[in-house]
Each structure stands twice: as structure tokens, then as C-alpha cells.
T-cell receptor, first 113, second 113 residues
Framework: TQTVSQSDAHVTVFEGDSVELRCNYS??????LSWYIQHHGRGLQFLLK??????VVQGVNGFEAEFSKSDSSFHLRKASVHWSDSAVYFC???????????FGDGTQLVVKP | ETAVFQTPNYHVTQVGNEVSFNCKQT?????MYWYKQDSKKLLKIMFS???????VNETVPRRFSPQSSDKAHLNLRIKSVEPEDSAVYLC????????????FGPGTRLLVL
């Protein structure tokens, strides 16, 4: 069974701060790890994905995530947040042989001016 | 740019009524999904359709039924709504194959009185 754990339900930072949203997963096979963002009243939007290669992957709007096999983690980071980054962020894991995506519970990021 | 379209945006109804939600994707994808998102933003996969065939059917109540006329459309019918059906219903699409990015519609918010 695959699980995705996002330990922080809420994170609040100020504009210009750096932020790290944590994601840990449990699965023993070949997997894809992704992050999605959901702004209020909208659907989810893809941010970035990792499968293999360079463990640091770049996404849109200055987001990046780093895969760590030893920690079973795929944390999302941004060096300097903007108020428009306020949203719910979902970490997700899927296997390489089917479409099923397992989403974490989400982290609500609030960026204060 | 929106490529997964959902109607209606919002629907209010009484317990016991039947409702139907529509979803269309213009990305040429061959797999479509319905998710339920509750008030705490938790996502739960309900159905997955691949080339008009149901390939995932989670343990949802029997009053829910997906309906697909072709690979670009996947509707959701709820035969007799219950108060616990109040949620946001998100439609998504992707290519078949592991790890493929899912593209989401804006959601249909259902309120059952």
C-alpha cells in the first residue's frame, strides 16, 4: 500500500520568506512523485514531477523539490514566496505502470504581506 | 488555459433529488477521473475511465454512477443525494500510463440541503 504523508496541515510565512513544504511517502517500487497546487475555488494544477535522475527538480514559478530515497521524502521549496503562492499544496505518488495517483492530505500555505 | 471543463460550477439541491455533473476535456487524453474533495480539502478518487471502460471504481455508494459517451466526456450522476454528498467534485484527465500528469477541471460544488 502506498501512502503519502504531509506533516504540516498549515504553514504561514511572510512575503519574501523561504518556505519548505514537507512530503514523505512509503512505497518500495518505482514511483513518480509530484506536487500539485490548488488555489481557492480552483482545480488542482501540476507543479513538478520526479521519476529518476537529478534529485532536484524545477517547477513553475520558482518552485523546486528534492527527492531523497534515504528519507523517503520529496519536499517542496521556494526561496522567496509571493502572496499569490497562497494555496493548498498536494504531494502525490503514483506507480509507473498505472494511472492511480495517491494524494497527501494537503498543506495550506498562507503568505502574509 | 482551461482544457478540462465542468458544469455546473455550483449546484444546490434537496435530499433525495437526482443530480448530474458534466465534464469534458479537450486534451485528447484517454483516461478521465472523478474525485470528491471534502470540506477539509481531502481528495478521494471515485472513478477512473479509460477509453470508455471503468478501470477504477472505489468503494463509493451505489447511488453514484459515471457515464461516458466517448473518451472526451465523463459525467457523474448521483441518483438520490444525501447530505454527506455535499462536497466539491473534481474531474481530471490524463494519458494512460504510469506517472502521467493529471489535468483538473475547476470543480463542481454541490450543496445538499
Amino acid at each position: 500500500t502506498q501512502t503519502v504523508s504531509q506533516s504540516d496541515a498549515h504553514v504561514t510565512v511572510f512575503e519574501g520568506d523561504s518556505v519548505e513544504l514537507r512530503c514523505n511517502y512509503s512505497y518500495g517500487g518505482s514511483i513518480y512523485l509530484s506536487w500539485y497546487i490548488q488555489h481557492h475555488g480552483r482545480g488542482l494544477q501540476f507543479l513538478l514531477k520526479y521519476y529518476s535522475g537529478n534529485p532536484v527538480v524545477q517547477g513553475v514559478n520558482g518552485f523546486e523539490a528534492e527527492f531523497s530515497k534515504s528519507d523517503s521524502s520529496f519536499h517542496l521549496r521556494k526561496a522567496s514566496v509571493h502572496w499569490s503562492d497562497s494555496a493548498v499544496y498536494f504531494c502525490a505518488v503514483s506507480r509507473n505502470n498505472n494511472n492511480r495517483i495517491f494524494f497527501g492530505d494537503g498543506t495550506q500555505l498562507v503568505v502574509k504581506p | 488555459e482551461t482544457a478540462v471543463f465542468q458544469t455546473p460550477n455550483y449546484h444546490v439541491t434537496q435530499v433525495g433529488n437526482e443530480v448530474s455533473f458534466n465534464c469534458k476535456q479537450t486534451l485528447g487524453h484517454d483516461t478521465m477521473y472523478w474525485y470528491k474533495q471534502d470540506s477539509k480539502k481531502l481528495l478521494k478518487i471515485m472513478f477512473s475511465y479509460n477509453n470508455k471502460q471503468l478501470i477504477v471504481n472505489e468503494t463509493v455508494p451505489r447511488r453514484f454512477s459515471p457515464q461516458s459517451s466517448d473518451k472526451a466526456h465523463l459525467n457523474l450522476r448521483i441518483k438520490s443525494v444525501e447530505p454527506e454528498d455535499s462536497a466539491v467534485y473534481l474531474c481530471a484527465s490524463s494519458w494512460t500510463g504510469g506517472g502521467d500528469t493529471q489535468y483538473f477541471g475547476p470543480g463542481t460544488r454541490l450543496l445538499v440541503l
